[in-house]
């Protein structure tokens, strides 16, 4: 007997030891998920509006965790839906970032008996702002009060767009409707954008106007679905004089909100509303957008935005300076002038910073002190600063082509298609305008460009050998 429970014994008890030890791993696993949930939602809530992340995120529950799977629990079918055909790409990647690893997202719905923490946006924190609460005409404090026409400053890259808009202003509804313009980040489309509203109250105080951005057109468009309540949304925004909206690249594969916005801008365009409308990009090299409102973005004038040249960026510091009561030498304006090349926001955040060093030392600043003060701006800018040639030379060494077949008129698919890649890799990553680019190929024409553009997003799209590479470029080049 004695030997039977020692036999037992020493089969029983590291059977227990394992259950323990299974067990703690298992709890330690859990409480792992739901740190990296913790952590997600605080990672969102910076990368995110507010209300964006009230409206979608702030619901949300950590349900379980299958493998490498977070399965979050939604409090509806339509914001289960919404956040799957949206925002399921961006929770896997950040997801994906924090943890080392691929994170897989799954998201159910929220069962009808579940508490009321757990209840739909309707009434949640977020649908608790009733369609009062989508914006009226008199909203100023939507439009930055410094964004006028008197203190844009003008250049050979943004002058026709400038002109364009003072016309625009002056004449709503009547000259250039639509309005489209586009170009990269941080060139003053937002900054135009505003100064037609102010232009135009100037001349017309009692005009109707709504300045938005696509994604606050968007939230307030499924608000008004949640809360029945379309005919107030589309009370707001096709009733106005004036209808300014910012980013509208972000339309881009969202099928329904693309619908609403076509009846909203046919209501607006027929009977003489002005409409304008930002970009990053041209209309046709938007993708996954409506060919119905392609055509109607060109209906009216596109204008490009263009990186400002040296001139410029010089003017536009000394504007700034002035209008801070601050003096400063020629040669720092000269260094800051050169040293930010293609963001005029950028160059920007370098004055303020050069201000706030002379404001602290109560002193004038030379150039060797400036270039330390900004030299971690110099070297992201410098990092940034992409220039044409060296994307066709990487390009031609990748898909080992010679850089004279990829810039001359051959067209078998070994060498049409490299040329369609670097061409659009010149696009998403150089500030030159289509036909800078264009020229750049042989003297090619910008719709053959936007054209490149098209085929290669379509073959990424398809082909996952094709997407790799493209990444791989980028990477490359960057």
Not at 34 to 60: H, P
Not at 396 to 422: H, M, N, S
Request: net charge positive.
């Amino acid at each position: 007997m004695g030997r039977e429970c020692d036999l037992l014994g020493s089969v029983v008890a590291p059977w227990h030891v394992d259950v323990n030890n299974s067990k703690k791993i298992e709890k330690k696993k859990v409480k792992k998920m739901s740190q990296l949930w913790l952590n997600l939602r605080e990672d969102l809530r910076t990368l995110l509006a507010e209300d964006v992340f009230q409206a979608w995120f702030d619901d949300l529950k950590l349900l379980r965790e299958d493998g490498d799977t977070l399965v979050l629990q939604a409090p509806n079918e339509f914001a289960t839906i919404w956040i799957r055909d949206n925002y399921r790409t961006l929770l896997e990647k950040r997801l994906s970032l924090l943890a080392g690893r691929g994170i897989a997202v799954e998201l159910e719905v929220a069962p009808e008996n579940a508490p009321a923490g757990q209840a739909a946006p309707s009434t949640s924190r977020a649908g608790q702002r009733s369609m009062a609460a989508i914006r009226k005409f008199d909203e100023a404090d939507l439009i930055n009060p410094r964004n006028t026409f008197d203190n844009f400053v003008v250049g050979p890259g943004n002058q026709l767009a400038q002109a364009t808009c003072v016309a625009v202003a002056n004449n709503p509804g009547r000259a250039y409707n639509p309005l489209f313009l586009y170009g990269a980040t941080g060139l003053g489309k937002t900054h135009l954008l505003q100064s037609v509203a102010h232009g135009a109250l100037k001349m017309r105080p009692r005009l109707r106007i709504v300045y938005t951005s696509t994604e606050k057109f968007t939230n307030e468009f499924i608000r008004a679905v949640q809360e029945n309540a379309l005919g107030k949304f589309r009370e707001v925004y096709r009733r106005v004089d004036m209808l300014l909206i910012d980013d509208i690249h972000f339309l881009s594969g969202k099928e329904r909100i693309q619908e609403e916005f076509f009846y909203t801008f046919n209501e607006l365009f027929e009977s003489q509303r002005q409409i304008c409308l930002c970009s990053d990009r041209p209309a046709a090299e938007i993708s996954r957008l409506e060919s119905r409102l392609v055509s109607r973005f060109q209906w009216g004038f596109m204008a490009d935005i263009q990186a400002p040249d040296l001139e410029t960026r010089i003017a536009i510091l000394r504007k700034k300076s002035a209008a801070m009561h601050l003096s400063l030498p020629e040669d720092v304006v000269q260094l800051l002038a050169e040293g930010v090349l293609t963001n005029v926001r950028r160059l920007e955040g370098a004055l303020n910073r050069v201000a706030g060093y002379m404001g602290l030392s109560g002193r004038q600043i030379n150039c060797d002190e400036a270039r330390r003060l900004l030299q971690d701006i110099f070297r992201e800018e410098a990092a940034r600063t992409v220039h044409i040639d060296q994307v066709q030379r990487l390009v031609a060494e990748f898909y080992k082509i010679t850089l004279a077949d990829l810039l001359g008129k051959k067209r078998p698919a070994g060498i049409a298609f490299p040329r369609q890649v670097a061409m659009y890799l010149c696009r998403l990553l150089t500030p030159y305008s289509l036909q800078r680019i264009g020229s750049e190929f042989g003297g090619r024409e910008h719709g053959t460009v936007i054209h490149a553009c098209k085929t290669v997003e379509g073959a990424m799209e398809q082909d996952a050998a094709v997407r790799s590479a493209v990444e791989a470029l980028k990477e490359m080049i960057h």
